[in-house]
């Protein structure tokens, strides 16, 4: 009798080291299925991609900005009024923001373009401009208007105050500037970057 009891907890404990090990590997494959489908981009990850795929939209040419470099192609919402909150955030849940009274491409003056860099408030633009930083002297950003293609070239880039006004003067040479919040996650201070159009 204590033979047979023995045996029974024998096969006893090795159904349940199978079960163990039978659902500790279908656990695995189910881990392993989400990393490899979600965890790719997922949102606030450092490899995310800041803007919406080519299969997600399709960029609208009347005004949009394309950075090659930083996988950015986002439509610009024009004539946004930037010292309004909620104008300019409800804008920005669409793209990036033209500050109103600033030059359009093509025109003499300051094109002032602004984005997020790190707000989860504004769906697939909130992180537009995190990797802003990551621009060099030389590289190209591409601005759309009207159907017609603008290329400038970066200049320079710094960060302000966050109220340094004069990043908006317009001057009297075509100019593009970019803004956003920086460092990413607060408002402290802005990154601005300028370029030029491409000769």
Known sequence: ?????NIQKIRKFRLNSRLSLLLGFFLLVVLASIFFTKGKTAPGSSMASPTPSAEESVLDKNFALEVEKLSISVPIIKDVD??????????????????????????KGNIFIFGHSSSDEVGDYGKVFSHLDD????????????LEQHDYEVFEEKVVEATDLYVLDRGNKEKLT???CWPVGTKDKRLVVIGYPKK
């Open 1 to 5: 009798m204590f033979f047979i009891r």
């Open 82 to 107: 930037g010292s309004d909150k909620d104008k300019y955030n409800e804008a920005l849940k669409k793209g990036l923001a033209h500050y109103k009274g600033t030059a359009l491409p093509g025109e």
């Open 135 to 146: 621009l060099e002297k030389g590289d190209l950003i591409r601005v759309y208007y009207k």
């Open 178 to 180: 970019l803004m956003t």
